[in-house]
Each structure stands twice: as structure tokens, then as C-alpha cells.
């Protein structure tokens, strides 16, 4: 059975840092593309950052440029989204989320076969 399992969400101050996980189990992790999506309450879901399998290349959206940083683990199949500097906006649920291509993109949620339950980020101001 596939799964993806973030952990690591919380109430931070703003100018604060978390570190939140996705464990993912049921498949070959390394073969995947993985990407971080949040969805604000009122908003749309929107991509955050994501990595590819093929050529490890890194992409962020422009609203967490120089705060967030993804990384990855396989030996421990699992993801990490670094986020500091902390706003109220960043106020959301935080997803992970699998591509079987193994490419990445932040713009679209279509090549997503697999999506974690969430975590919540609060940030208070």
C-alpha cells in the first residue's frame, strides 16, 4: 500500500522555523518525483517546492524562495521541507505529494498520484 505521512507541523511564531517530514512507504521512493503543496484556508491548494528523481533538480515557488529548502532522504524514504523566516501566510495545511514520472513541477497538481493526509502550519503574527 502506498503512503505518504507528514509530520512535524505546528504553532510557530512568526520568524520562526519548522521542519516538517514525509515518510513515504509502498513504493520506490527514489523513482518519484515528490513535491510539498499547502492550501491556505479559503484559498486554493498551491505548490510550494518540489525535487526530482531524474536530475534532482529543485524548484520553489517565488512566494518561499530563500526561506524553504526540500531535501531529501532515501535511506530513510523521506522528504523534508526546512522552512524558516516564518510568516502569517504561510499559515496553511501542508501536503506532500508523489509522481511516478519522477519529474517535479509546482504549478499543477496532475502529476500527483499520491498525496499524504496533511499537516498544519500555524504562524502567529
Known amino acids: 500500500e502506498v503512503q505518504l505521512v507528514e509530520s512535524g507541523g505546528g504553532l510557530v511564531q512568526a520568524g520562526g522555523s519548522l521542519r516538517l517530514s514525509c515518510a513515504a512507504s509502498g513504493f520506490t521512493f527514489e523513482d518519484y518525483g515528490i513535491a510539498w503543496f499547502r492550501q491556505a484556508p479559503g484559498k486554493e491548494r498551491e505548490g510550494v517546492s518540489c525535487i526530482s528523481s531524474l536530475d534532482g533538480r529543485i524548484t520553489y515557488a517565488n512566494s518561499v524562495k530563500g526561506r524553504f529548502t526540500i531535501s531529501s532522504d532515501i535511506a530513510r524514504n523521506t522528504v523534508y521541507l526546512h522552512m524558516n523566516s516564518l510568516k502569517p501566510e504561510d499559515t496553511a495545511v501542508y501536503y506532500c505529494?508523489?509522481?511516478?514520472?519522477?519529474?517535479?513541477?509546482?504549478?499543477?497538481?496532475?502529476?500527483?498520484?499520491?498525496w499524504g493526509q496533511g499537516t498544519q502550519v500555524t504562524v502567529s503574527s
Open positions: 505529494a508523489a509522481d511516478p514520472s519522477g519529474l517535479c513541477t509546482v504549478v499543477s497538481e496532475a502529476p500527483y498520484d499520491y
